[in-house]
């Protein structure tokens, strides 16, 4: 199956910066990338989804300015979490949607933040 | 999408066949079934779909009854790496509509 690829796969930060978070799909190229992010013991919850070259369409209740989504490339797509507060710190998982699609969407690892 | 409902949890002996039920009652005649697993602190595996009619593949075999109001994921010889969530997830699969949404899974013990 396709490959996707998230970096970093954990970060530790302080209250108040900013972390950056890319997820890359490494053989195939991606028209669309979907963010999610999960809770301890929780389902994935759909946060945001990405088309290459065109602003992110965010979820009810996600804050568009404090979770920045840029697709730029057919094979990056990033999630800087800007001021991050400790209520942040979750597990973020990218998915990707390959130009010939088959069916099925490809998950990253997960990157998981811990904001102190 | 419709609604899917699923055992909460399910425990199955290493090396048995484990049966993974989930009704969607109220699924559309162009959704179709999926099932991804999520193994702890890794992103979501997609294992299979299917429309109606049953479907294998090297990972497990998808059952979808006649009316298409539940299936079953069959893992035919588990092992403890198969211990994850296990989600089941209808949806229509055409550009425009492929995100997915979560319910909350089965979480699936293989005991040893």
Known sequence: ?116 | DAKTTQPTSMDCAEGRAANLPCNHSTISGNEYVYWYRQIHSQGPQYIIHGLKNNETNEMASLIITEDRKSSTLILPHATLRDTAVYYCIVRVANFGNEKLTFGTGTRLTIIP
């Open chain 1, 1 to 116: 199956g396709a490959v996707v690829s998230q970096h970093p796969s954990w970060v530790i930060c302080k209250s108040g910066t900013s972390v950056k978070i890319e997820c890359r799909s490494l053989d195939f190229q991606a028209t669309t990338m979907f963010w999610y992010r999960q809770f301890p013991k929780q389902s994935l919850m759909l946060m945001a989804t990405s088309n290459e070259g065109s602003k992110a369409t965010y979820e009810q209740g996600v804050e568009k300015d404090k979770f920045l989504i840029n697709h730029a490339s057919l094979t990056l797509s990033t999630l800087t979490v800007t001021s991050a507060h400790p209520e942040d710190s979750s597990f973020y998982i990218c998915s990707a949607l390959g130009l010939a699609f088959t069916g099925e969407l490809f998950f990253g690892e997960g990157s998981r933040l811990t904001v102190l």
